[in-house]
């Protein structure tokens, strides 16, 4: 008996040391204090997990930083050319893992049960724009079969247009799509048979467009909600037609072949409505960004 509670508290202790408690509070602030040391405005901060919250009191000053998709993609790294993962240091493996692109030369740090990886974005994977920048130029509009057009009024980076409430704007936001937040630009359907329609030029197309639309986590949870319809035109060709349902979320790829141009300007063109003729909340938002081949893939 005496021999298996020895056996038994041996097993306890190392249990402890190998499969490595929660990180304490104080490994979390060391290391939030090096990320406050060393951070860029062109840095993304990282958590890992991602649901982790334990790190973020550490890191008010800089919250504007984090980056919060627990399945990043490519696109979801736009202006960023330095990734900074504060990491559970028995997961911290698997964090670089996530990333999508090379991280073998990433420097990392130790602060017992929290790693800290600096990972620089590759040159070839850094994204300088998206549809933010592209849409500089758009023209804005409400359209309807039976009516004249109603262009929605420029102010500042919004478009405002004639409904009056918030979900009549065209603007940058960040959402919940599908089970992440991203960057996008809501672009809400009007109620009655009119249809939102944004029309801008992407003057570098590289060699792929790449779009997303959808709606987003919270609409889609909304009961009175109706589906939502939406197409694509890339230089006065339909690229995708298609609808979503009302009820889920989704940052659906649509990527539109660019090298065919020879480089020229590509003119595109969304049109958005809602099958309902209530929208009620429909809080679709897209995205556009020009890739190059080996970034798209």
Request: contains cysteine; negative net charge; proline residues 7%.
């Amino acid at each position: 008996a005496a021999g298996l509670l020895l056996f038994a508290a041996l097993f306890s202790m190392c249990g402890q040391c190998t499969f490595d408690r929660t990180p304490d509070d104080e490994d979390w602030e060391r290391a939030a204090e090096a990320v406050l040391e060393i951070v860029e405005p062109t840095d993304a901060i990282r958590v890992h997990p991602a649901w982790s919250e334990a790190p973020l009191p550490h890191l008010q000053q800089v919250g504007n930083l984090l980056h919060r998709p627990s399945r990043p993609i490519v696109e979801d790294f736009v202006y960023i050319d330095r990734v900074l993962v504060l990491s559970y240091a028995r997961r911290s493996d698997e964090a670089l893992e996530l990333l999508p692109f090379d991280t073998s030369g990433a420097e990392s740090r130790d602060f017992d049960s929290v790693t800290l990886h600096i990972v620089d974005v590759p040159e070839s994977m850094r994204i300088s724009r998206d549809a933010r920048d592209f849409m500089d130029d758009a023209e804005v509009s409400y359209k309807s079969p039976d009516g004249p057009d109603e262009p929605c009024r420029r102010r500042g980076d919004e478009w405002h247009c004639d409904g009056g409430d918030q979900n009549a704007m065209v603007r940058p936001v960040l959402r919940d799509m599908d089970q992440d937040p991203r960057r996008c630009i809501q672009a809400h359907p009007p109620s009655g048979n009119r249809h939102l329609s944004i029309e801008f030029t992407v003057d570098e197309p590289h060699d792929v467009l790449r779009l997303r639309a959808g709606l987003d986590r919270r609409a889609a949870r909304l009961q009175r909600g109706g589906d939502v319809a939406y197409r694509i035109q890339a230089n006065g060709v339909l690229v995708a037609e298609t609808h979503r349902d009302a009820h889920t979320s989704t940052w659906t790829a649509y990527d539109i072949p660019a090298t065919d141009t020879g480089g020229a300007p590509v003119e595109l063109r969304i049109d958005v409505r809602s099958i309902a003729p209530e929208p009620h909340h429909r809080r679709f938002c897209f995205n556009v960004w020009a890739l190059s081949a080996e970034q798209a893939e």
